[in-house]
């Protein structure tokens, strides 16, 4: 079971995108997880083809 819920992950990974535009490492430290998983979460969601 995943800790975080598939609309959580795409809410996280939002602040990646324009206007914000953060940082991994920035989100990452906000949110309290792993660079990582971070880069992982947004592999997924790109390969799935939602991003």
Do not use: C, F
């Amino acid at each position: 079971m995943s800790r975080y819920s598939q609309e959580r992950k795409e809410a996280i990974l939002k602040k990646l995108l324009p206007p914000h535009s953060r940082s991994v490492a920035a989100v990452a430290k906000e949110e309290g997880i792993s660079d990582a998983t971070l880069y992982n979460w947004r592999k997924q969601l790109r390969e799935s083809g939602s991003a």
